[in-house]
């Protein structure tokens, strides 16, 4: 499809010893029409009929690389739906996580049975100024020492990275959330070549209780940050 490159399996992470499979695609806005999910056999979602061409042809993309990423793990021709809150929907046995960043698509899937949670998350690194603003809210003192332990970063890629990894965290855990989490709820328990680990703070469900720690990987390259969790 014009304006969509054809979903590929991508790696950029250290190995986990896990079996993620993970697809990536570059996508342009112009796949926003109607037309264009019928060609890629993928329903649009009433609730994102009026959104902005952006949106509709990032969720298009998603779901594309889903479906391959799906496919890579066994699942052939399987597609993610979405529940009311927005959250993907995985079919029966599987688990995953899509993020779009840009102009750039990913999703990462697993048999449900190989950990409990999986998140994945794609972030443009901030600017200076984003990163300052977001601080308070995002970064623990523990987050403020894995960063300035991280050599060869500047801030506000260090911080682009916490946020990323904290919202893979969240993917990763939303399933088995019994309340909100916020970004102050986990905090960086280690961090170094491409390995990282969130701790929760507090309990956020019965199956996640204060000190639960999540095991991460990262990957930042042309202005872009990767992270992907994995909840054992
Ligand atoms: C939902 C959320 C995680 C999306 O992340 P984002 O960086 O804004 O956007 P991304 O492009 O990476 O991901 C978007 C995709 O996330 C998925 N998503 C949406 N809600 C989700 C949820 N509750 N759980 C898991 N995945 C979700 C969807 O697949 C969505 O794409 P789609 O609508 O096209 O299907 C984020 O907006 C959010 O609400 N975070 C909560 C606060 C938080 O992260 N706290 C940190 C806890 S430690």
Sequence with gaps: MTGLSVPTSSWPFPETGLPVAMAEAAFEHRISAPADFAAAGIPMPPEL???????????????VCAREALRACGAPGSLVGRDRSGAPVWPAGYRG???????????????????????????IS??????????DLVLRPADLRGIASLTGLSFEEGATLVFSLKESLYKAIAPLLGTFAGFEDAE????ADGRARLRLVRRLSDDLQPGTEVDCVYALSGGLVRTLAVLA
């Design 126 to 135: 901030m600017t200076g100024e984003a990163a300052a603003e977001i601080s």
């Design 188 to 191: 960086l328990a280690g961090i």
């Design 49 to 63: 009929a009026e959104a902005v061409p952006m949106r509709r042809a990032a969720h298009l993309a998603g779901r």
């Design 97 to 123: 996580a899509i993020t779009h960043a840009a102009k750039v698509a990913a999703a990462a899937a697993i048999r449900a049975d190989a950990c409990r949670g999986l998140g994945l998350d794609f972030e």
